[in-house]
């Protein structure tokens, strides 16, 4: 059971094992084990805390444990003890997603605990108390069970619940599987967060937006109510550039006074907007600072993508936290400004007109922000080519864009499959957007096995892991296109 008390201690120690050129350096990653979603994303005395999905005895998910992580700045990050593991009747299946909330001095954290009855697995949702280090779940758990919900559901989907504050009240989000509707927001009040009272469905699927829901998000942003969903089972529909399979969606709508969710119109006829179109990224969740930002974290991988190499000794990263907001109605992402400072040796310039790879002088290696502007005043009605190619030339992963400034689209394609991966999975992917008139902008963040694309200022964002080994730091280009792209550069790095 040491792993229950792992500590920093520990985690150095493994990275001593593993190599510290093996792991991202300002991504909060698995410390050792497994990891999935993130949990009770949080401010909490003076401190940023990530909780997680986390299967400390092996790479593969098993009874999920809450893992717990800390931090300043979104960067450097702290590994704490475990917050909560399978020890209880009312959760010995399982320590599911959840959300947390700083009250009177108190860190509440609320989850889903799993146990087993007559052969099925049942969800029903707990509340534990702690300080920052340690935590108690409430002898009452579970709190939430079918005995408050006023109709019937599949009892193995009642999960992820999100938990805030409001006149004086808890409310408590949920979702749920209804019989035959599929996801659902379910929404519960309490005063005591011991006894709860069903409020309403706030909003459901109605089989119109996959099978299961997962991870429900709703907050605030200006006077806009933002709903985070990540819906399993969803089919491929390639205007909207989903994926088959599990994604993840928001809503920009109104929450009433009786806790429904009113969709806005554009939103409701296209049934949601990815938040990321890359082939990584899952069951985002939010936290609002006392600085005044709302900061987005999601897992950096998917249900449908789990690739790392056979003998590593942990599973699972985070994204960048990324600093969003709301323009035109739509959201838009950045990474956190703290990312700043880490930026080292900066270099800017052109990179030159060729179809050949150019190296360009000092720019290597697999930790670095690239930003490339293009730009183009030519009528000529031609598809222009420009690829980033990171590794060497026989394992590397591929950027690769396509674009034209008169038919003002573009597209960005992400290609894997000469990187130490697995084949059977989906290691190529594309997504396209609108341009500007002669104009494009790409900011790309790139960890030890990561790569984040911004695009257009953030109105897209296209996220992707890869394996290479270590010795893979080459970094070039092509550039096939009539004029130069400018481009700065910096080295990231916390020491």
Known sequence: MWLLERSERE??????????????????????????????????????????????????????????????????????????????????????????????????????????????????????????????????????????????????????????????????????????????????????????????????????????????????????????????????????????????????????????????????????????YGIDFYAPQTMQTSDGRTVLVAWLASWNSIINPPGYLWQGMMCLPREIKIKHNRIIQKPVREIKKIRKEKKQGCIPISANHIHLDGIYGRKFELKLVFKSSLPADRVDYFEISIG????????????????????????RKNSITRQNITNEKEVYFPLKKGFMELRCICDYNSIEVFIQKGTHVFSNIYFLPEECVDVSFVNSSPETVDYSYYRLGKS
């Not at 950027?399 to 400034?405: G, M």
Request: with cysteine; charged share 30%.
């Open 11 to 276: 985690k150095k120690h493994l990275l001593k094992r593993i190599g510290k050129k093996n792991v991202p350096e300002f991504h909060l990653f698995a410390p050792g084990g497994w990891l999935n979603d993130p949990n009770g994303f949080s401010e909490y005395k003076g401190r940023y805390h990530l909780f997680f999905q986390y299967h400390p005895y092996s790479t593969n998910w098993g009874p999920m444990h809450w893992g717990h992580s800390t931090t300043r700045d979104f960067l450097h990050w702290k590994t704490e003890k475990i917050a909560l593991a399978p020890d209880e009747n009312f959760d010995d299946k399982g320590c599911f997603s959840g959300t947390a909330l700083s009250w009177k001095g108190k860190h509440i954290i609320a989850y889903t605990g799993v146990y087993e009855k007559n052969g099925l697995e049942i969800q029903s949702q707990c509340v534990a108390l702690g300080n920052g280090k340690k935590y108690k779940k409430l002898k009452e758990n579970p709190v939430i069970t079918s005995e408050n919900i006023p109709f019937e559901y599949d009892i193995r989907d009642f999960r992820d619940p999100k938990i805030w504050m409001e006149n004086n009240r808890f409310y408590l989000a949920a979702v749920v599987r209804k019989k035959d509707s599929g996801g659902a927001l379910v929404v519960f009040k309490s005063r005591d967060l011991k006894k709860w009272d069903f409020v309403s469905v706030a909003v459901e699927s109605r089989n119109k937006i996959g099978s299961m829901w997962e991870c429900p998000d709703i907050f605030r942003i200006g006077k806009k109510t933002v709903f985070i969903v990540s819906p399993m089972e969803m089919e491929a529909n390639k205007k909207r550039q989903i994926e088959e399979g599990s994604n993840s969606i928001y809503f920009i709508g109104n929450f009433t006074q009786d806790k429904e969710f009113l969709i806005s119109k554009d939103f409701l006829k296209n049934g949601g907007v990815l938040l990321d």
């Open 392 to 415: 060497n030339k026989i394992q590397n992963v591929r950027l690769s864009v396509r674009y034209n400034f008169k038919q003002k689209n573009a597209f960005i394609k992400f290609d």
